[in-house]
């Protein structure tokens, strides 16, 4: 099974600033099958990015995935406030399917 | 628009065998691998298993002993039972379209997402 490590834990950050989080896999990710998902409070995941550096239909270009291999990192250019939610990475290269312990982005 | 409809109990006491449907509407039902996850309290998101809409599943090791999922093609459904039940599987309970592979490439993976179903083991 893929360990999926993500740092930091917790990032506190103002809007309009940067924000970079990590992911490392445990061993390598098939073919850079790896996925960012938001989660808001009360609401299901909403997949961000897939691929490694894909934005998925809808997702404002703010929010860019890029990395290979087993890192892998996930930037917001400008927070706005509505980012501020816990971020996961997943793969899905290999079974099972996993998923990192998430990262809390905090104003 | 591909939406994700599930249902089934919120409270089990432990033993019990936890029972969930989600209804698929929109888009292809063939094709795709359709999935479970999890999400404990305060925790981190699980993936317990999938099916394709062919009948073939696979499942997290972890829950394999306890976990059948199975499909209604014929309503665009799939159901998930889990077996002896106990707290710790006290979860909010996901239904999402999974993987979509064409000549071996996954095209893509957890597109939609079901609204979540919180399920409570306790006695």
């Known amino acids: 099974e893929i360990v999926l490590t993500q740092s930091p834990g917790a990032l506190s950050l103002s809007p309009g600033e940067r924000a970079t989080l990590s992911c490392r896999a445990s061993?390598?990710?098939?073919?850079?099958?790896l996925a960012w998902f938001q989660q808001r409070p009360g609401q299901a995941p909403r997949r961000l990015i897939y691929?490694?550096?894909n934005r998925a239909t809808g997702i404002p270009d703010r929010f860019s995935g890029s990395g290979s291999g087993t890192d892998f990192t996930l930037t917001i250019s400008r927070l706005e406030p509505e980012d501020f939610a816990v971020y996961y990475c997943?793969?899905?290269?290999?079974?099972?399917?996993?998923f990192g312990q998430g990262t809390r982005l905090e104003i | 628009q591909v939406q994700l409809q599930q249902w089934g109990a919120g409270l089990l006491k432990p033993s019990e065998t936890l029972s969930l449907t989600c209804a698929v509407f929109?888009?292809?039902?063939?094709?795709?691998?359709w999935t479970w996850i999890r999400q404990s309290p305060g925790k981190g998101l699980e993936w317990i298993g999938e099916?394709?809409?062919?009948?073939?599943?696979n499942y997290n090791p972890s829950l394999k002993s306890r976990v059948t999922i199975s499909v209604d093609t014929s309503k665009n459904q799939f159901s998930l039972k889990l077996s002896s039940v106990t707290a710790a599987d006290t979860a909010v309970y996901y239904c999402?379209?999974?993987?979509?592979?064409?000549?071996?490439?996954?095209?893509?993976?957890?597109?939609?997402w079901g609204q979540g179903a919180l399920v409570t083991v306790s006695s």
């Open positions: 999402a379209r999974g993987s979509w592979v064409v000549r071996g490439v996954v095209i893509t993976n957890l597109d939609y």
């Open positions: 061993q390598s990710v098939s073919r850079n099958y």
């Open positions: 997943q793969q899905y290269g290999s079974s099972p399917i996993t």
């Open positions: 099916i394709h809409h062919s009948g073939s599943t």
């Open positions: 691929g490694a550096s």
């Open positions: 929109g888009g292809s039902f063939s094709g795709y691998q």
